[in-house]
């Protein structure tokens, strides 16, 4: 490992943190839980002045619920995520998807504003973040602004976050009634990045789709909403949606050592169509 | 005496016993120190500049910004080692460059043939310093052609890697009369099948620490299976032999792929350079990057059958990757070449063997060494001809095996029991029923296939291992041997050995082992010799330690040697019960030695020629045979491999704990093969660098492997023994192509299998279908 | 807020409390094994991928090569040599894995120990063979094919780590 000394800073809060990367004109990181940063260190492709910690500040951390919505810490772990009893019960998609992210070691020390901030195409987080219209909430040393997940996440490692801001909270709806939820993911290995993944809510009533929610992630540059496969499905029974969603359509998928974009598209559908029956068969019985 | 050995379990006290490793309980604590786990103060540190570039010249050279950076001790280039060049032999060959040593630079100096090929030594006072150094190394280059492949690497006109061609070796069999023997064939298949470059992937990074010693001789200890390198650290430096020195310490994992030098010559540069300890630890992407690989293969394969299922005749391609530098190619793809024909009597063999320069990784050593990919082609080759006759696979490929006093198409003739039949039904009896599909989408399959790979290096290179026992006075004892332990187990099964035939309490010796200047030589830890030659070696200095001890009691008692035996009690005989440490201070009053020196020597043989008619090349094989069941998603293409059966005669097995764990991590060796791993290369670039792009299983990609030990009971290794390091990691790439076949009625040729080449396969088998159904045949595919 | 190349970080290294001022940029890993001497705990990949260098901090695993050895100040830390008895002599895990023969080269060893210790420390149930799997699948070994190692976690469980 070949790592060129850098300057640590810990900050005392996310404001402080924000000056730093202001003044440091692109040549300071921050670092959460650091389970993508530091990789990259060692790989020796980061050249960096300063690594910002905000490990140390307070807060930011938990589940609110507050009128039917959930507002989550950005300094919130995986591991949190994973367990939070307010997201198990009320938006039980995020836990699901969370357990998927790496091995039990990335998602002790790894956070959830990290992972929305890295923008990994393939990842977990950004891509149930956009499936449930999540809101982000981000700081700077002086000011604060909201930007929805489909709006913030723009291309492989490309975010809406200006050089000085902070992402330092998600607000999502907590899952309402008569909503399932469903989540699958294909990767080469167990804990490798996705393939391709897909993440479904659908509001179910006599058994039928009333209105549904689909978004795949790890195919695309960045984690998309299919609008043309969730209004197919309205009206459809769990046996009946196979029939009724066609190809996946409109992306523009990658090829690398895991897959190729065509292997990518085809299996987009197959999860798209695992995640909705899923999620229509926890709407019936929710 | 024969070499062939053989031992009746009812005799045996210690060997064949189960016993936890003496090595483990060091590893498990963590206290053993591996390569990079030794430190000394003061201790300099060093780190490669590698090329970026897969093929160019290199126009300039400049170390001066990274010697300016605090910290930096020394930036050396090519010019600054003393003998800049690293030779191999390229045996039996016609071939313009093979008939010549082929050779590498340590430091290229003006030319760069792959992706990662070393260019510069830095050497600092901290990593820190190195860190910034290494990237102020200035290296500029003028692009040349890049040759990706073998194929293009041969085509008329290509780019020459080297001087004299791209063609570095070539071998041919010829045997019987393979024409007449396809025009008379009930059955003719072809196919042709791809093997990928595959890394070892060690969990160890190469890294070692060298220092010059008080004698002023220069120490490296390293991660490496062969501490023999020091002849070729010496030659490097310039020095003579007895100056260096090598010591391997426990070595995590080397599969082969610390069997050419990977740290050496630039740990020793930097010390001779400096006079102070060097330590040096490759990067996983160096690693990745830079160390041999394992060849990919394309063979294709014409066999020819009569009706009742007898092989006739195989007309055999073999090209092979050799990369950038010849390094083991040469021997690799002979070992493919004696192999290709697998566990099976043919009497007509055509084969063309060649392996071609390409601006690839170069290829060498990998655990199977050639013989394994080949097993993708013969076993896939036996199964199409069972279908086609509807034979039973494990029927046909018992009908054709091999047997003691057959001869190989090289001309070899096989000298020990061959149970192939016996691992066939083991696996078949442990297997039962055919699992069932956990779903609609889901298709099950079951296969088995059959293997043999040779145990001990080729018999033209008059191998030996040496190993030296001694008692010490209070009854305990000392076996030192130059036998590098790279995981297997390697120094424990000496003790065991020892421990069996000096009837000493295994916990009461100890092994001294991998040191090139203080243990005897015992030659590499490669080609599953060890055990055959380290532990004849170690069987031999025992025999000679405890016969020399008894004749002093004989002499000293008055009764017949043949009447007395050592036992844990001390040495009796009828009329006589004497404690060890009484006969020990017997032999020092009789002047009879307490320690003795066993040299084994290998069985010998004619060097090879291009054209292979020479009769005896390896000393001898080892068989098996694996069987697995597959379920295949239809609509992702993922398989799961449900259950995994593995079965071997390992004549004798000295510890069946470390048999069974050769045989399981070899099948799941094997299998990441099949199913996952590839080293990416595109134009030249490795696209695989890290251990998240390159994929070797983890624990939910395999299941227990079930091992079968069978013991025919003989075998050229001390008590019987065969070697099983490298056999079980062939049959993987026989039986998972198989099951997935039987599950989707299509065999995958090329590997890995990816859920996408799955696909492909499952529409292929649609595609067939489909023409079926309309001819009304429906047959079972 | 505090900012320096060199920082000094106070670890407990199982059960030694250690105190060292170093570079900031050194990750955990490092620190324990090039500061502190601590040496079990071994570099494989870098990246976080292979596990051989997979420590407990604060009783929760972590890869230590991407793991600031200042962000963990304060912290815990339990390598495998901190599983043997005060005697030196293996653990009740560790003797499991002796007895499993689930070392070959042991090089992972360590990395998978602390994966286990982990994994039986949090488990509320017997877990059955697939999960023992299934909790090991960030470590990697090269050598035993595995099997071993599931028999020994699979032994030790209710047994204390």
Known sequence: MFVKPFRYVRAESLAQACEVLRTADGTAKVIAGGQSLLPMANLGLLDLEAVVDIGSVEGHRGVDENDGFLTIGALTRHRDLERDPTLIAQQPLIPAATSWIGSARIRTRGTLGGSLAHS????????????????????????????????????????????????????????????????????????????????????VADGHVVEARLALGGVHERPMRLADIESATTGASASELDARIGPVEGLQAVSDTSATAEHRTHVARVLALRALTDAVRRGEAA | MSEVRTSKLDELRVVHQPLPRHDQAEKIAGTTKFAGDLAFAGMLHACVVRSQVPSATITRRDGDDARRVPGVVAVLFGEDVP???????????????????????????????????????????????????????????????????????????????????????????????????????????????????????????????????????????????????????????????????????????????????????????????????????????????????????????????????????????????????????????????????????????????????????????????????MVLGYESQ??????????????????????????????????????????????????????????????????????????????????????????????????????????????SSLAQIASEILAVDIDRISVHFGDSALTPLAGTTTATRQLLMSGNATYEAATMLRDGMLGAVGDETGQAFDSLRMTPQGVLGPDVTMPLVDVLQLCRRRSVPIEALGTHFGPKGREVTRDLEGGRIFPDFTFGTHLADVEVDIDTGEVEILRYIAAHDVGRAINPLSVAGQISGAAVQGIGQVLLEEVVMQDGVNLTPGLFQYLIPTATDVPDIETLILESGEGLGPFGARGIGEPPIGPPLGAIPAAIADAIGVRPTTLPITPERVLSCIAAATAAAGVRGASQEGAKS | MSSAHEVETSLKVNGVAVKETAGAHLSLLRWLRDIAGV??????????????????????????????????????VTTAAGLCEPDGSLGPLQRAFHECHAAQCGFCTPGMLMCAASMLGEADHTLERHEIREGLHGNLCRCTGYGPIVDAIDAAQGSAP
Not at chain 1, 156 to 161: I, M
Request: charge should be negative.
């Open chain 1, 120 to 203: 990994d195409p393939a990842a977990e987080l950004p891509l149930v973040m956009t499936a449930l219209g999540a809101e982000y909430e981000l700081t700077t040393a002086s000011s604060t602004r909201v930007v929805r997940a489909d709006e913030f996440h723009v291309s492989y490692f490309t975010n809406a976050l200006a050089e000085d801001e902070l992402i330092a909270a998600v607000r999502v709806p907590a899952l309402g009634p008569g909503w399932g939820w469903g989540f699958a993911e294909i990767s080469r290995r167990r804990g490798d990045f996705a393939i391709a993944a897909a993440a479904a809510l659908a509001r």
């Open chain 2, 83 to 373: 003998n800049n060049e690293i030779r191999v032999d390229v045996p039996g060959q016609t071939v313009v460059v093979g008939a010549f040593r082929a050779s590498m630079q340590v430091l290229a100096t003006d030319r760069v043939r792959f992706h990662g090929e070393p260019v510069a030594l830095v050497i600092a006072e901290t990593e820190d310093a190195l860190a910034v150094a290494r990237e102020l190394v200035t290296i500029e280059f003028d692009d040349l052609p890049v040759v990706s492949d073998p194929e293009q690497a041969l085509a008329a006109g290509a780019f020459q890697v080297h001087d004299g061609g791209n063609l570095l070796a070539e071998w041919r069999i010829d045997r019987g009369d393979v024409d007449p023997a396809f025009d008379r064939a009930d059955v003719v298949v072809e196919d042709e099948y791809r093997t990928q470059f595959v890394d070892h992937a060690y969990l160890e990074p190469e890294a070692g620490v060298g220092w010059l010693d008080d004698d002023g001789v220069l120490t490296l200890r390293v991660a490496t299976q062969v501490v023999e390198h020091y002849r070729d650290v010496a030659k490097i430096l310039g020095v003579p032999d007895s100056k260096v020195r090598v010591i391997a310490p426990y070595v995590g994992g080397g599969f082969g792929g610390k069997e050419d030098m990977t740290v050496e010559p630039y740990v020793a540069l930097a010390v001779w350079h400096t006079r102070r300890p060097v330590r040096m630890q490759w990067t996983r992407n160096e690693s990745l990057l830079a160390r041999a690989k394992r060849h990919r293969n394309v063979m294709r394969y014409r066999t020819a059958a009569s009706a009742d299922g007898t092989l006739l005749a195989h007309d055999i391609d073999i090209l092979s990757d050799a990369g950038a530098y010849a390094y083991l190619s040469a021997l690799v793809l002979l070992y493919s070449t004696v192999h290709a024909c697998g566990p099976y009597r043919v009497g007509n063999v055509r084969i063309r063997a060649r392996t071609a320069y390409t601006n690839n990784p170069p290829t060498s050593a990998f655990r199977g060494f050639g013989g394994m990919q």
């Open chain 2, 382 to 491: 036996i199964d199409e001809v069972a279908r086609r006759l509807e034979i039973d696979p494990g029927e046909i490929r018992k009908r054709n095996a091999l047997a003691r006093g057959d001869r190989l198409p090289v001309g070899q003739e096989l000298i020990t029991e061959v149970q192939l039949a016996q691992t066939i039904d083991a696996v078949r009896e442990r297997a039962g029923g055919k699992p069932t599909p956990a779903g609609p989408r889901k298709r099950t399959g079951r296969a088995i296939a059959s293997n043999m790979q040779s145990y001990g290096r080729l018999v033209w290179l008059n191998d030996s291992a040496a190993a030296w026992i001694g008692f010490q006075m209070d009854g305990s004892a000392t076996v030192r041997c130059g036998v590098p332990d790279i995981g297997g187990g390697q120094a």
């Open chain 3, 39 to 76: 040496t079990d705990p071994k570099y494989g990949c870098g990246e976080g991928v292979c596990g051989t260098c997979t420590v407990l901090v604060d009783g929760e695993p972590v890869s230590a090569c991407i793991v600031l050895a200042a962000q963990v100040d304060g912290a815990a």
